[in-house]
């Protein structure tokens, strides 16, 4: 269903009038701050928590090493600014090599990283308009588009709903390693915060 559909079908409705001209004076800017603002902070407690000199450790041989998915988790904030600034980013560039993070060794440089990736996210959402987030970007891997979308989408999709994923992910490493492991939507065994 599309913006438009959901946006004619709250007009039809006589109870939805006035939800329906306040959501029109909210920015799509200051939606994904909010999400920026939550999301980090539970993003935050789960960085807290990994495992120092286990940057080596996967459950499984097919699977990511500790250390590059908490750097990955630890930067994903970051990529909204080049989503925002850049018209599109080559993972794999032809003449060059294949991007790849710097793998982060503790705790503090994970949650430097973290910080330093929210600032720039939110710097970004600060400085552009909606207009701007109704724009295209390309995710390119050797010169071939990826993925292609509305930068707001691509925002949505590659960093919020990419960012859940690795998250999850993460907390079931430092369950397997014997961390605690955080409260983010709900309880978790190690938090019951209500």
């Known amino acids: 269903m599309t913006q438009d559909v959901i946006y004619r079908r709250l007009r039809s409705s ?7 001209r306040r959501m029109r004076t909210v920015r799509i800017t200051d939606l994904f701050l909010a999400d920026l603002e939550r999301e980090a902070a539970s993003t935050r407690r789960a960085l807290e928590r990994v495992p120092e000199g286990r940057n080596d450790w996967k459950p499984h041989e097919k699977s990511m090493p500790l250390g590059y998915l908490a750097t990955l988790v630890a930067t994903m904030f970051g990529w909204i600014d080049l989503m925002v600034n850049q018209d599109e980013l080559d993972m794999a560039p032809k003449d060059a090599p294949r991007f790849r993070p710097k793998e982060l060794q503790t705790n503090g440089e994970l949650l430097t990283a973290f910080d330093e990736s929210v600032a720039k996210a939110r710097k970004a959402l600060e400085n552009t308009t909606d207009e701007h987030l109704l724009t295209a970007w390309k995710f390119l891997v050797g010169g071939h588009v990826a993925s292609e979308n509305l930068r707001h989408i691509m925002i949505r999709d ?6 859940a994923h690795h998250r999850g992910q993460l907390t079931v490493y430092l369950r397997l390693n014997g961390a605690t492991v955080p409260a983010i939507y709900g309880p978790s065994a190690d938090e019951r915060p209500f």
């Open 158 to 163: 590659s960093v919020f709903s990419h960012l």
């Open 14 to 20: 006589n109870q939805a009038t006035g939800l329906f």
